[in-house]
C-alpha cells in the first residue's frame, strides 16, 4: 500500500478542497468532459505532464487523477495572499521559472515518496491556445530520477476560462483527455531525456487537436 501525503490533516482537505468546489465547477460550471481516466495508476509513482494556457489548470487536471497530484507553480503565486493558502493546501509546490530550481525537484520527487502523483506543466508556462511548442526536460528528469513513468493529459478550452478585466471565470466547455502511461525513462542520458519530451509533447498535441 503506498503511503500517504503528511500530515494526515492536508490529506483530507484536499479532499474537502476537491469534492466540494472544485469537482462540482469542473462538471458543472464548465460542463467538463473527461475522456481516459481508466488509464490513470490507481498508486505508485506517477509524473503527470500536461499542456497549460490557465492559472486553473492546476486543481481542474488533478481533479481529474483519482488521485491526489501535487503540482509545481510559479514561485510568484505564493506571495498572493489566501492564493498561497489555496494552492499550497492542493499541493502545490514553488519553482524559480528563471533558473534550474533544485529545490523543486526534491519537492517533486518528495511528493512521489509520499505516495502522491507529482504534476509538471511540459513548457514550464502558459501558451495562448493550450498547444506546446517548447517542451522542457523537467518531467522526463524527475521521472528518470524517481524511477516513475508519465501520464499525458490534454487540456482543452482552459484558455478562454480567463478574460482580461473580468474578474469572474468564463462558463466555457473543457475537456480533459488522459492518455497512456510511458514507461520512465531508463537513464538522465540528455538525448533520452529529450526523445522522451518530445514524445510526451506530441501525445499531448495530439490529444488537444481532437477538440471537444
Known amino acids: 500500500m503506498s503511503k500517504s501525503r503528511e500530515p494526515v490533516e492536508s490529506l483530507l482537505l484536499y479532499y474537502l478542497f476537491k469534492w466540494s468546489i472544485v469537482s462540482p465547477m469542473l462538471h458543472l460550471y464548465f460542463r467538463g468532459r473527461i475522456y481516459g481516466a481508466e488509464n490513470v495508476p490507481a498508486e505508485g509513482p506517477l509524473v503527470v505532464v500536461s499542456n497549460h494556457a490557465s492559472d486553473f489548470d492546476p486543481p481542474i487536471l488533478s481533479n481529474c487523477m483519482r488521485r491526489p497530484v501535487a503540482f509545481m507553480a510559479k514561485e510568484e ?19 524559480n521559472r528563471k533558473s ?5 525537484i526534491r ?24 498547444r506546446i511548442t517548447e517542451p522542457k526536460l523537467g518531467a522526463a528528469l524527475i521521472a528518470a530520477k524517481a524511477k516513475a513513468p508519465l501520464l499525458p493529459v490534454s487540456l482543452w478550452g ?46 499531448i498535441n495530439a490529444m488537444h487537436d481532437l477538440g471537444r
Open 77 to 95: 503565486l505564493f506571495k498572493v495572499p489566501i492564493l498561497k493558502q489555496a494552492i499550497t493546501l492542493y499541493g502545490a509546490y514553488p519553482v
Open 100 to 104: 534550474a530550481d533544485r529545490s523543486a
Open 107 to 130: 519537492s517533486a520527487i518528495n511528493s512521489l515518496d509520499n505516495g502522491w502523483a507529482t504534476g509538471v506543466f511540459l513548457q514550464g508556462t502558459r501558451t495562448p491556445d493550450g
Open 158 to 203: 482552459t484558455h478562454a476560462i480567463s478574460i482580461k478585466g473580468l474578474l469572474v471565470p468564463q462558463p466555457v466547455p473543457l475537456t480533459i483527455r488522459i492518455g497512456k502511461v510511458i514507461e520512465a525513462p531508463g537513464s538522465s542520458d540528455r538525448q533520452e531525456l529529450e526523445a522522451l519530451t518530445q514524445r510526451c509533447a506530441a501525445e
